[in-house]
């Protein structure tokens, strides 16, 4: 979700993966170990880190990598696959910009042996009913959750979609095919104080496991114009069938207001990355304590991290992993006025490549940056790679 819009609005396949091929997400894992403090990276642009305190922190300073990965597009997902020569292919799902700048707009995928060349030419158009779609790309689909616990001797996926009603599941027992299940899985929580009450609509939203077992639904509500629009927790301890509500406020960033006093600043559309130890980090995004103003030199969104040990309970990685500035403009040549959506993985070699959108200017000067303007305001794909 990118809120401003300025805001438009795995099962990775890795073959010598674990039975926790898929959820656990063993090809997008975070390496964590005590930090140095921040630090700056060489190669192909600004090296961007971080200290973290409290339990082990984030170890890696992730490396802007040169140029777009895809242009005009916005919201990625991604996964890494090996094939049977052992060749890598890095998938990476995105929003169509090129015809809907604004609004919604199709999904397509394109695939990549090193995850930074694309050919967008190629992109393939993601939508269901997936008619065409081939099905290892459907298979490394990162939004099929393998399940913790097997069913009926077998693995299952899981597909989680917010609807009116409520969070309804569909089920796999191949992570390619899937049925829809009878029932609401999660119904809003719309009671309690204002940053627990969800009033009715539900966001982005993602799930991950606990070492222990259970599957965590977290989810983005309150989306309202005076609203928290935070992060709030649901559990389920029937391999993702039911969940029942948890907390609220997870994220400890309900205190955080703008200048008006209104809610605002949340940290918001975590994506989890899952360590092989069962540890929990998640990705994610701070946007609206100001919307970006490219007429006026202005830009916002910046990238955090946090982490937990139990998969419930998260700890805020001390300063920012990307934010806009880092993007200077004798490496890029644009401006960048807006992050938004970061996604992780973990590519074969053993690093780790952050895709995330960015809203890009072309131009220097500010009044060239309007939408419609000389600048070429757009968004594009741009990436970060961190070696552990």
Known sequence: MNRARWKLLTKPLVLFCSAFLGFWGCSNSIESAPSSGSGSGSGGGAGVGGSGSGAAALAMTFVLDEGIRVDHASNAWASVAEDGDGSQQVYLWFQDREGAAVGPAEHRVVVSSDGLVFDRASAITYNAPYNGVDDAIRLNDPRHKRMPEEENDGPVWRKFDATPDGVKT??????????????????????????????????YNDVHPTPDGRVVFTYIADMQADGYNNVRMAISTDNGKSFVWEKANVLDDAKLVDAGGHPACAYVDPKPTVLPDGRIWYFLMTQDCAPPSPSQGLSTGYIHSFQSDDGVAFTHDEGVR???????????????????????????????????????????????????????????????????
């Open 170 to 203: 569909s089920f796999s027992t191949d992570g390619i095919n899937f049925t829809a299940a009878d029932g609401i899985a999660y119904g809003y929580h719309n009671e309690g104080r204002g940053y627990e009450n969800d009033r009715d609509k539900i966001g």
């Open 322 to 388: 990307l934010q806009p500035s880092d993007f200077e403009w004798e490496t890029f040549g644009f401006v960048v006025y807006s992050l938004n959506d970061p996604t992780v993985v973990r590519l074969l070699d053993g690093r780790y490549r952050m895709f995330v959108t960015a809203r890009i200017c072309e131009s220097q000067e500010p009044a060239d940056c309007e939408i419609d303007g000389p600048g070429n305001n757009h968004e594009v794909l741009v990436s970060a790679t961190a070696t552990p």
